[in-house]
């Protein structure tokens, strides 16, 4: 009797396949077996890329005549520590009753990348192969990924690009890091006082290391300027509001060399004899020359992916991204959550279509039930399909993480943080069932000694989506605002009756100094925003949804690259406040890598290589076309670092740095945080 083999890659997850195929049989030693079907499973990666010493054991010794290496055809091997549940998989691949292979490993490239590997070593031929694509681990939701499930061949595309995404990590990883430990290696350990300091480098983490120690020293670099605004101090019917002067057209102060900016002069002094000119006439009055009233409306926003859950849960949390990424994957497995190693933050028209069982699902939640029933009763679900939180387009291989409505019960056996976490996901995720924010504006512009005061008031009057964003845990989201001053609804009435020509009271004018502020040290989170969007960080959350293009690695390798780097102690990681900073040493590597292969410290061209990954899985580009791309980089950097001779001139650059740690340059490992006098 022939058999179907479903290949899941954790025993977990074989579990839950099991489960949905109504599987009734013993485990046996790293398979479940009934009388048609077989479930087995990986353990993560079973077979991994061999080492040079294994195309030639001369190559084991480092040395800069043997670079660049670029093997013609690349090796393979199976990792020795889980040799025993390959040889289990790889029987089972090639059993003669086994005539239909569903490949279950995670759907997605790093899963795809696994089964293929697992595959080409054990010789897998004239078998039957489909591929099972789901987005949750629901009984529902299997089922269909295997009634669904396409041929393998479909995902050819996909899966040269993981082999491609290996292969350049590889030829980086190996060449890059050989040439630059043999050229500048001495250079840095010596300067440390070490034995000897390989230097490590890679496509997607020196890029990183770049973004932090830059920002690092922009923030030492920065010279805080102080400026001074000078302010009136209204009273309405016993009610106080500031106002702002500005030196627009028609002040006496327009576009003046004593201005810091339109808002504030450089000196004190200055201010000081312009409030004194403005305050000579009492009773101070002003008038009303402009007043505006409008409505605005705030949006719920869009979905939660990976990295905006890890991002929130950094700001909310202090979790750093691989903390984040281990829960909301425990969530998934338990099936309280679809699939969350993905870019998008909308969802596909196919679920929108179906999205009411997922929110009557949450109606038993504690946190949930009340909007659940707003929801299903006023029918909010309907239309979804044409608001901007669906989006087919926008999709490439999952829809945002969205709470499946399924597996409540498994919130009992998770742990407090996870059950946090799980409660912003379903927040977010039922707050675009709301209407929008409503906030009444005023813009308020007065004149006194023909210069001109500037007061805007924003005031919530219908919280729409707000309702459901406030978190059980007391730490609400904030609201934020651009406004000087949020007024209650009292104010807003009293200024209705504000109109242009009236008279304002000032009861006195004030100076506030303010200070430029250096920019902000990323976190943890902000960092994983920063390489979604190819290096920048972009705080607003709607300009965010619009930026295209890969990145700076991707949903499923970000959180282990940022771990390596503190791992390898390049950078330090704060737990208690997620705020990253380099290392002397890793200042050091950057100096090193700057002087030699610079580009590898650039956002765009590291993004631009995702990018090229991403073309090959769409099929734009031929497999054999990047790896000429990607060889031709590689032989030309490693020719033009073998040409230079600047390793003397390095240690300017390392004295530089090392005078912003505590830890003298004779350090073993270079690794202390930055001293006081890098803390603004």
Not at 238 to 260: D, I, M
């Amino acid at each position: 009797m022939s058999k179907s083999l479903f290949i899941a890659e954790k025993p977990s997850v074989a579990q839950e396949f099991a489960r949905a195929l109504k599987l009734n049989s013993a485990r046996r030693d790293g398979y479940l077996e009934g009388e048609n079907t077989i479930v087995t499973w990986c353990v993560g990666h079973l077979v991994t890329m061999s080492y040079p010493e294994a195309y030639d054991p001369a190559l084991k010794r480092w040395s800069l005549e043997t670079l660049p290496f670029l093997p013609e055809e690349f090796k393979y091997e199976v990792i020795p520590s889980v040799k025993k549940q390959f040889d289990i998989v790889s029987g089972l691949l090639n059993r003669k009753d086994v005539e239909t292979i569903y490949v279950c490993t995670d759907s997605g490239r790093e899963g795809e990348y696994i089964y293929r590997l697992v595959a080409m070593m054990s010789g897998v031929k004239d078998k039957v192969q489909k591929r099972v694509w789901i987005d949750s681990q629901t009984e529902e939701e299997i089922i269909r990924g295997i009634r669904e499930a396409k041929e393998l061949s479909a995902y050819d595309n996909l899966s040269a690009s993981a082999y491609l995404r290996a292969k350049e990590d590889y030829l980086m990883g190996i060449n890059f890091s050989r040439l630059l430990s043999l050229k500048y290696g001495n250079a840095v350990s010596n300067y440390l006082g070490s034995r000897y300091q390989p230097i490590s480098v890679g496509r997607v983490m020196t890029c990183v290391l770049g973004m932090v120690v830059r920002r690092e020293r922009e923030i030492r670099d920065f010279v805080k300027t102080p400026f001074y605004r000078v302010l009136g101090k209204f009273e309405l019917q016993k009610h106080f509001f500031e106002g702002e002067w500005r030196a627009v057209e028609g002040s006496r102060y327009f576009q003046s060399p004593l201005l810091y900016k339109e808002n504030g002069f450089k000196e004190k002094e200055t201010a000081r004899e312009f409030k004194e000119l403005l305050s000579q006439n009492p009773p101070l009055q002003a008038v009303v020359e402009k007043i505006e009233r409008k409505k605005e409306n705030k949006n719920p926003p869009l979905l939660f992916n990976l990295a905006e859950l890890q991002n929130e849960c950094s700001r909310l949390f202090k979790l750093s991204p691989d903390e984040t990424l281990k829960i909301v994957q425990e969530l998934y497995e338990k099936k309280l959550v679809t699939y969350p190693r993905t870019d998008a933050r909308v969802l596909s028209t196919a679920v929108a279509k179906e999205i009411q069982k997922n929110i009557g699902g949450l109606r038993s939640y504690i946190h949930a039930g009340s909007y659940v029933d707003e929801i299903l009763t006023a029918q909010r679900y309907k239309n979804l399909e044409k608001t901007r939180y669906v989006n087919d387009k926008q999709i490439t291989d999952h829809y945002a993480i969205i709470p499946t409505g399924q597996g409540l019960s498994a919130l009992r056996s998770v742990s407090q943080q996870a059950e946090k976490v799980y409660e912003v996901i379903v927040r977010r995720f039922l707050s675009i069932f709301y209407p929008s924010a409503v906030y009444q504006k005023v813009s308020l512009v007065s004149v006194i000694e023909k210069e001109r005061l500037f007061s805007s008031f924003k005031v919530l009057i219908s919280e729409g989506y707000l309702k459901v964003t406030g978190y059980s845990f007391g730490k609400k989201k904030e609201d934020e605002t651009s406004e000087e001053e949020t007024k209650d609804g009292v104010f807003l009435e009293m200024l209705q009756n504000v109109k242009k020509g009236s008279i304002l009271p000032v009861k006195e004018f004030l100076i506030k100094e303010g200070e430029t502020s250096p920019p902000k040290r990323y976190t943890s989170g902000s960092m994983i925003l920063a390489m979604e969007n190819a290096g920048q960080l972009i705080e607003d959350e709607e300009l965010r949804a619009q930026i295209k293009g890969s990145g700076i690695g991707t949903s499923a390798t970000r959180a282990e690259i940022l771990k390596k780097l503190v791992t390898i102690k390049y950078l330090t990681l704060n737990k208690k406040t997620q705020v990253i900073t380099p290392t002397l040493l890793g200042e050091m590597i950057f100096d090193v890598v700057n002087a030699s292969i610079r580009s590898l410290l650039s956002p765009e061209l590291t993004a631009s290589w995702e990018k090229g990954l991403t073309y090959v899985a769409e099929g734009s580009i031929t497999s054999e076309e990047y790896m000429q791309k990607l060889e031709r980089f590689i032989r030309s950097w490693t020719q033009g670092v073998m040409g230079l001779r600047n390793q003397l001139m390095l240690k300017q650059y390392f004295d530089a740095a090392a005078v912003y740690y505590q830890k003298s340059k004779n350090s073993k490992t270079g690794a202390k945080t930055a001293g006081k006098s890098t803390k603004k």
